[in-house]
């Protein structure tokens, strides 16, 4: 366009006839061509100038409506998460409460199938040990009755010699019956 303006300022001053061209004239053209700048920029730079920035300010409040309603969401996300974790938390300590429980009731039978085995245990050996007590008073009853008889038996051995026995048998016999 301003190879265009140039173009016909050439023509203009090639032909040194009044006519159609541009007047480099800065102090008597200027409020002329600024006013045609102004008017120019007004008309169709208003319009344009409008549409930017109406188009701009609808991107501006769409973007703005977006932004809230990911905040809104975002909102919710948080309430749920921040719900869901009480939720967790709550659960955790149920679990935590019924696994002391739990540990505690097993302590507890464990203790007392140890006591039981304890005592069936002092049991046991209290009977092992009367009846090795019982066993051993017998062996010893037996060695005592067969000490004494031998006792018994090396005395009359020589106490009682061969006339003193036959007197005694004798004695017996009679007594029976004999």
């Not at 100038?49 to 932004?67: P, T």
Request: aromatic content about 2%.
């Amino acid at each position: 366009m301003m190879g265009t303006f140039f173009l016909l300022n050439a023509e203009t001053a090639a032909s040194s006839e009044s006519g159609f061209g541009l007047n480099f004239d800065i102090l008597g053209t200027n409020l002329i061509n600024i006013g045609i700048v102004v008017v120019l920029l007004v008309v169709y730079g208003g319009k344009v100038v409008g549409n930017i920035l109406s188009e701009r300010r609808a991107k501006i409040e769409q973007d703005i409506k977006e932004a809230e309603a990911r905040k809104n969401e975002s909102q919710a996300a948080l309430n749920e998460a921040q719900q869901n974790l009480k939720e967790a938390q709550a659960t955790a300590e149920k679990i935590r409460t019924e696994a002391k429980t739990n540990a505690q009731k097993a302590a507890d039978e464990i203790l007392a199938k140890g006591k039981k085995e304890v005592e069936r245990l002092k049991a046991s050996a209290a009977a092992d040990l009367d009846s090795d007590r019982e066993r051993a008073i017998a062996e010893l009853r037996e060695r005592v009755v067969a000490m004494a008889i031998a006792k018994a038996e090396s005395r009359l051995e020589e106490i009682v010699d061969d006339d003193a026995q036959r007197q005694l048998i004798e004695r017996s016999i009679a007594q029976i019956g004999g």
